[in-house]
């Protein structure tokens, strides 16, 4: 097992500036709250709803690989943990997804983020679960600037990863072509041929659909309800990379600079990283698709997204604000 002594010896990082500076500074100054103060929030609905669909796509598609033989015979030596599956969750935050990962039996777990708070808070999470029995390693990186080897030993990187994880970060790396290139480097190039990277974004067709619908006499590119706000700069100019929106969801995150995903350029950019889509839904049709599923349907009920008679804990605001988000997975090839 690992102790993630590789972070902990390094020096910390220095303050960041401008819109990288203002999203470090507010996920490492969010409080971390425990399981009973989570149920107090106000949308606690919608969160019960983001980490089922997060369950979804990591039983359906991170677990199959996860659990995979090896195609090849394991050479002398190397064969100790061929069988296993080991995870890299990129923008990990305070490891929320740790849980999720330890019922998908999960072997090795490597979790990075930009805020170094949040990474003390998921290795203490993880060091609470020590029932979980996987190993982890944890490291406070830029990964959108810095490539993973810069916070992780070769030793442990060179063993790929059979999945890539990215729930509810990725859309802060399209702030430039090159952040986008880097963060698509660090997904791909410890990634096996056939594993899968999987990710929660932005649904860009909605939001700017929302924009296009704004009256045109308005100055303030302002749309939202009493769950989520979400503000633009500026009408038309609409560029792949750098496509800037100030987002405000209540009780999460306080107006947080971040950059469309176009779903196109994205696919079209992974492509020249040998990752190609294989499911891209709404988070809407993530739950009608898997309303009725034997093994999902009834983990809405534990999961507190739904009540035993099928009512929803999410309002109507909260549902709305639901759809902000696609779901999405890639394989390697
Ligand atoms: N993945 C976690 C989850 O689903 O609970 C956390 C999601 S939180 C909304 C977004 C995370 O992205 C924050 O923890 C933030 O620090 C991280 N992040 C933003 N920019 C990053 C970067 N350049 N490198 C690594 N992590 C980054």
Same mark, same amino acid.
């Given at each position: 097992?690992?102790?993630?002594?590789?972070?902990?010896?390094?020096?910390?990082?220095?303050?960041?500036?401008?819109?990288?500076?203002?999203?470090?500074?507010? /996920?490492?100054?969010?409080?971390?709250?425990?399981?009973?103060?989570?149920? !107090?929030?106000?949308?606690?609905?919608?969160?019960? $709803?983001?980490?089922?669909?997060?369950?979804?796509?990591?039983? &359906?598609? =991170?677990?199959?690989?996860?659990?995979? *033989?090896?195609?090849?015979?394991?050479?002398?030596?190397?064969?100790?943990?061929?069988?296993?599956?080991?995870?890299?969750?990129?923008?990990?935050?305070?490891?929320?997804?740790?849980?999720?990962?330890?019922?998908?039996?999960?072997?090795?777990?490597?979790?990075?983020?930009?805020?170094?708070?949040?990474?003390?808070?998921?290795?203490?999470?993880?060091?609470?679960? #020590?029932?979980?029995?996987?190993?982890?390693?944890?490291?406070?990186?830029?990964? /959108?600037?810095?490539?993973?080897?810069?916070?992780?030993?070769?030793?442990?990187? &060179?063993?790929? $990863?059979?999945?890539?994880?990215?729930? $509810?970060?990725?859309?802060?790396?399209?702030?430039? !072509?090159?952040?986008?290139?880097?963060?698509?480097?660090?997904?791909?190039?410890?990634?096996?041929?056939?594993?899968?990277?999987?990710?929660?974004?932005?649904?860009?067709?909605?939001?700017?659909?929302?924009?296009?619908?704004?009256?045109?006499?308005? !100055?303030?590119?302002?749309?939202?309800?009493?769950?989520?706000?979400? #503000? $633009?700069?500026?009408?038309?100019?609409?560029?792949?990379?750098?496509?800037?929106?100030?987002?405000?969801?209540?009780?999460?995150?306080?107006?947080?600079?971040? /950059?469309?995903? &176009?779903?196109?350029?994205?696919?079209?950019?992974?492509?020249?990283?040998?990752?190609?889509?294989?499911?891209?839904?709404?988070?809407?049709?993530?739950?009608?698709?898997?309303?009725?599923?034997?093994?999902?349907?009834?983990?809405?009920? #534990?999961?507190?997204?739904?009540?035993?008679?099928?009512?929803?804990?999410?309002?109507?605001?909260?549902?709305? =604000?639901?759809?902000? /988000?696609?779901?999405?997975?890639? !394989? *390697? #090839?």
């Amino acid at each position: 097992s690992d102790d993630g002594s590789d972070a902990r010896n390094r020096p910390p990082a220095k303050k960041a500036a401008g819109d990288v500076g203002m999203v470090i500074d507010h /996920y490492n100054s969010r409080p971390e709250v425990g399981v009973f103060q989570r149920l !107090e929030s106000p949308i606690i609905g919608l969160k019960n $709803f983001n980490n089922w669909v997060k369950s979804v796509l990591i039983s &359906r598609f =991170a677990h199959p690989a996860l659990h995979q *033989k090896p195609q090849q015979p394991s050479g002398p030596g190397r064969g100790h943990n061929q069988q296993a599956g080991k995870v890299l969750d990129m923008g990990c935050g305070k490891g929320g997804d740790l849980s999720k990962w330890a019922k998908a039996k999960v072997r090795d777990y490597i979790g990075a983020d930009i805020a170094s708070i949040s990474i003390e808070q998921a290795r203490q999470r993880w060091e609470s679960q #020590r029932g979980a029995r996987f190993n982890a390693t944890f490291a406070a990186l830029d990964c /959108y600037t810095q490539p993973l080897s810069q916070a992780f030993s070769l030793d442990l990187l &060179r063993q790929p $990863f059979d999945v890539v994880s990215m729930q $509810f970060c990725m859309h802060y790396a399209f702030e430039t !072509e090159q952040k986008a290139r880097c963060m698509l480097d660090n997904v791909s190039r410890w990634l096996r041929r056939g594993g899968v990277f999987i990710g929660t974004i932005p649904n860009a067709e909605q939001l700017l659909q929302n924009l296009d619908d704004l009256p045109p006499s308005t !100055e303030d590119l302002t749309f939202g309800n009493s769950v989520y706000k979400i #503000r $633009f700069e500026d009408r038309k100019h609409r560029p792949v990379f750098g496509h800037k929106y100030w987002f405000f969801l209540q009780d999460a995150v306080e107006d947080v600079p971040e /950059y469309i995903v &176009r779903w196109d350029p994205f696919v079209q950019l992974a492509s020249e990283y040998n990752l190609y889509p294989v499911y891209k839904e709404e988070f809407h049709h993530v739950f009608e698709e898997h309303q009725e599923h034997p093994e999902f349907g009834p983990l809405m009920v #534990r999961m507190k997204v739904v009540d035993a008679n099928g009512e929803s804990s999410m309002d109507e605001d909260q549902w709305e =604000a639901a759809n902000i /988000y696609i779901a999405f997975a890639f !394989e *390697k #090839r």
